[in-house]
């Protein structure tokens, strides 16, 4: 069984990948507190009403790879596009953007999302199993 | 994975602040290095910039210590005849070193050491989060 086909393991796969690069990106803010004119970055957020969308329809056929000498079809990986920041809460006179208390506060919020990520994907995986027996494993 | 590249820019962070943190110490260890013959410079203040560079081996961006540089700023004066390196006026140049701006320095660095500290550890969390959902 391919749980990825589950469209609530597929939603919370892709918000815990989300919240990975997002993670990364603050991570990467708070590394250059102190660099001068950095500013810091945010990943766009996602939508809820275009994830719900994708996890509906149905995966676009792939090519299948039958000869050692056929192309690997290309398999695009998501992508979440980050930028810089529009208005920082301020700027420092070296031109650094960064406010550490914003970027903890973003930290934690990541954190929580990802605990309910985490979570709602093993309910979820609790579920099937009970519906499967859990004395058959 | 994204997680662990997070973990690798805090901790080029946390390198970066503490180079930072040693030139701080080098110079507060010479506050008080003078010149030994008259006209010779004492200890310069050194300074330290930090820049985002990109990793191509890690597809992110993390930090590095630029060039540490010399501060241009005038060296102190202090009336002391009998030193050495004292001038006709009997004025000896002390180091443009002003310990109350290496403590605030000191400071920022060991805040932000601190900062990314914390960042390892959620993104440790997050990792142990992910693993956990192996475990039942």
Known sequence: MDLSKLPLLAMATKRMGWLA???????????????????PHDLKAQNFRSMLRAAKSVEPVQMARTDAAHIEPLRRAPKFSDGKEKDPYEVAPAGNAVVLEEQLMKVSETQTDYRMATTLYRKHINMIKDALGRHSS | MDLIK???ISASGMKAQGTRLRVVSENLANVNSLAETPGGEPYR??????????DRGLQANLVEVGKIDFDKSDFNKRY???????????????????SLIEMMDMREAQRSYDANLNMIESSKRMIERTIDLMRD
């Not at chain 2, 203040?45 to 990109?54: E, I, P, Q, S």
């Not at chain 2, 002391?80 to 002003?98: F, I, K, R």
């Open chain 2, 80 to 98: 002391d005849p009998t030193h050495p390196a004292a001038n006709a006026e009997g004025y000896v140049l002390t180091p443009n070193v002003n």
């Open chain 2, 45 to 54: 203040r050194k300074t330290v910039a930090f820049k985002d560079v990109l």
């Open chain 1, 21 to 39: 690069r997002r993670q990364e990106v603050l991570s990467q803010n708070v590394a250059n507190a102190d660099t001068p004119d950095y500013v």
């Open chain 2, 6 to 8: 997070a973990i690798q």
